[in-house]
């Protein structure tokens, strides 16, 4: 009896480790900070920040235009796509410039990247918008990262690619615009296949782990074309990634709701 | 009683928890998708693929050559030289080619590498094959990688090196190869000094975390030499090594069979 | 009855789950190998190694000027600044040199690097002695490193720069010398920005995911100065790292006693 019980509690919690590390109990409450930098947080351990009057010898060492004499910072430890797509919304919604996309090795031991992105402005304010903007956008943009234990896959589209999606992906500003990942990086390769074969789209880029990404277990697969069929290859490949990724582990979830 | 029940079952839910990444349970069952790319699945979160007809934007994006029309994938989150190891055998099995070998920083956490590997072939069903191949060996290949909760050693062995450790590690064909990797990297530095100075071997290549790996925490010794000597080196590294990763955690295990 | 036992173990085992990869619990008691190349180990699954006579082979691979007979090795799964600030104390109490300064990706699954240290000595009393000194000096140095499971926050202070100061971060020797890090690299900027505004201080160096480290998720400040005013700058922006990093999880935690 005392051993059934052992075992069923063992059962229950290595449920709960073997979760996925996208997927993070809801946050029962957000946590605030007094700072004036403090913007908010989201989802993937994103934090959004803003600095009103960056020092002059900051804005050297970070190799920024002194004309923004303001940023705005969204950084996060899970996932570069959501906060790219996210920001790029932000950009269109806003008076700002992305300054800078960077990406780190991350996803708190996921196959991954987590990121760090810049937008200027000469007003705070508009670097604050565009942090809030991009920290409520996240909710959609995590919609279509798909996660289980073994490794995760990404769908991202937009209808007018804006300047993030440029910055970022080199992508061609005010046409449709999609990307796929796959994690590990072979199922990527299957994905990027799918999506050439799906529709009539243009490869922006192909990257992969020695190639384009920051040594992540990733093929990263870019695209550009017209509207329905950019929605289309995403689907096409969603099926197949559901379907490889399930494989290796659980049945890949979502942490918020599909949008394509 | 009921503190004693508590104390009793965080014991074995932490030693559940601190198990090595590598150390995982044995698949129950195996799982299968229906799409003719998927070929299986193997130990390191492996898994086999291929594509059949590789579409030409997709042979352009990853620079392979055309002539190769199918392509065979094994792809992994924890593990490079096993992979790379199961991937000579396949080459010398089938008639295929190493086109790419990709390493990750990955193993879900871990000190070391993920993989991608890609098999050219004029028919797919060599190129399936090839990953066949390479996923059965993996049971063996996995033998002398030994992990504890603070890091990992890898032996690996061939009495003839082919073209996956040619392409992956500049082997030279057709000659008894070997080498060690130790993770944490200061255990891989002994390691390698080791090797050297227990038989008579000739060195190929050092990796460390800053130059030669994708930034992982390993120091990686290639070398070649009399298939005796080899053997000799890489069994007294092994001891070397157990010894010393053992005082930072749990005694190493190997998740199959060692077959040095 | 059985549920809500079940519940609170549940709880309690999360809880212990979710403690960052720095928390380690204290080592109940070290272990110890036999092999006349172990040193000892220390925090952040650091171990201490020494090679009294490397083998030329070795040396060559390793690229070490062959006048250093002995080296002293300290390697780390947790922590780079830890152990450079540790193994400037050793540099300065000892005869030895500092040969390199490599960092991995790692922490385990964290946001930072993992480090690999050689010291250079003619005897190899001198190289133990040096490891000796960095390990027990590890104590104190992670005392400014406060984690939770979002993220670490890092504060480094010496009086007076020696060469493993230099040799890692450029640091002038004989000056006070300061560095900062904050992950997710978001934070960091804000605590770089900080740092200049709150005293009188230099900047030596910025890093940030793409740029001057090893794709981890940290944006690293090192600046230099009159000992108040380095020390002054840390303080602000410890209190600053502390309130930012909180709003991702639960209150940072160093693993020993703060020290700046």
Do not use: W
Request: net charge negative; with cysteine; proline share 3%.
């Amino acid at each position: 009896m005392r051993e059934q019980l052992i075992e069923k509690i063992m059962e229950e919690v290595i449920k709960k480790v073997d979760a996925p590390a996208t997927e993070e109990a809801p946050q029962a409450e957000k946590k605030h900070s007094s700072l004036t930098e403090f913007v908010g947080t989201g989802l993937g351990d994103s934090i959004g920040l803003v600095i009103a009057n960056v020092d002059h010898s900051i804005h050297e060492a970070m190799n920024l235009d002194k004309k923004y004499r303001s940023i705005g910072i969204l950084g996060a430890r899970t996932g570069a796509g959501p906060q790219i797509m996210a920001a790029d919304e932000a950009v269109k919604a806003t008076n700002t410039e992305i300054l800078a996309v960077e990406l780190a090795r991350d996803t708190k031991g996921g196959a991954g990247h987590g990121s760090l992105i810049i937008f200027g402005a000469e007003d705070v304010a508009d670097a604050r918008r565009a942090v809030e903007v991009a920290l409520k956008e996240l909710e959609r943009t995590f919609g279509d990262v798909h996660a289980n234990e073994a490794g995760h896959l990404e769908f991202q589209y937009t209808a007018r690619a804006s300047y993030a999606c440029e910055k970022a992906f080199n992508a061609p500003i005010g046409k449709s615009f999609g990307l796929v990942v796959g994690a590990p990086a072979a199922i990527g390769i299957v994905l990027a296949d799918t999506v050439v074969k799906a529709a009539n789209v243009d490869v922006i880029s192909y990257s992969s782990p020695a190639k384009g990404t920051s040594f992540t277990n990733e093929v990263i697969l870019t695209f550009s074309g017209d509207s329905g069929a950019v929605r289309q290859a995403l689907i096409t490949a969603r099926e197949v990634g559901l379907d490889l990724l399930g494989t290796l582990g659980g049945k890949p979830a979502s942490t918020t709701v599909p949008y394509i």
